[in-house]
């Protein structure tokens, strides 16, 4: 594989902007068609449409669950999981209970996450598990969710849902993403057959290829036809 695609295939295209119409869909899948990325990450209502879009393509359609904030209950999140598999997703990106994360209570947190990767698996999809780490954001935490994701089985830990804006004391929002200390501590905290994802902030290809070098093979971006025509550019096509 040539340094150009094996960039591409570490991307998960996001569609995911509350925003975006049918028409947004159509064209960013066409994108992801385009540049032979990974997956798109589309919202619960658009995997049938997007599986449709890419059917003669090989790139993956992932879904979002309990997204952005996580708050759904359990049962919610399992049954939005089998719905977006039975509609054609073979990714499931979901967002933990970010509350329950922050006050310790990680028997909720394992029986979450194992119900999810657990209906994922049934239904032949991987499971990817956002711990929004703007929030959750204590290493010892960090570190409890890989333990936990590497007992459940889970296939990927990732940084964040790129929707975790932080409200300060003078009423501004603010936000981060993935950061390289996290996501080297998300990679020697989880076993060998978990995956790292990075997700939020990632938006030149430099950047790409930093997340790559810390441990990363999956990659949440918007701006793909910049990080990959830049690649073009860099590495000769």
Known sequence: MNKIKELAKMIDHSILHPTMTDEDLKRECAVAAKYDVASVCVKPYAVKQAVKLLKRTDVFVGCVVGFPSGNS??????????????????????????????????NYIEKEIEAITEVSHKNGA???????????????????????????????????????????????????????PNLKLMRKSSGPKVKVKAAGGVRSLDGLIAVQEAGCTRCGATATISILEDAKKRFGI
């Not at 990106?93 to 509350?99: A, W």
């Not at 975790?164 to 003078?170: E, I, R, S």
């Open 126 to 180: 991987i499971v990817k598990v956002i711990f929004e780490t703007d929030y959750v954001s204590n290493v010892k935490d960090i570190v409890k969710l890989c333990e936990i994701c590497t007992k459940v089985g889970a296939d990927y830990v990732k940084t964040s849902s790129g929707f975790g804006f932080v409200k300060g004391d003078d009423g501004k929002y603010s936000y981060t993403g993935a950061t390289i």
């Open 73 to 106: 209950a359990i049962e919610v999140k399992v049954f939005e999981t089998e719905t977006a598999c039975k509609d054609g997703a073979v990714e499931i990106d979901m967002v933990i209970n970010i509350g329950k994360a922050l006050q310790g209570d990680w």
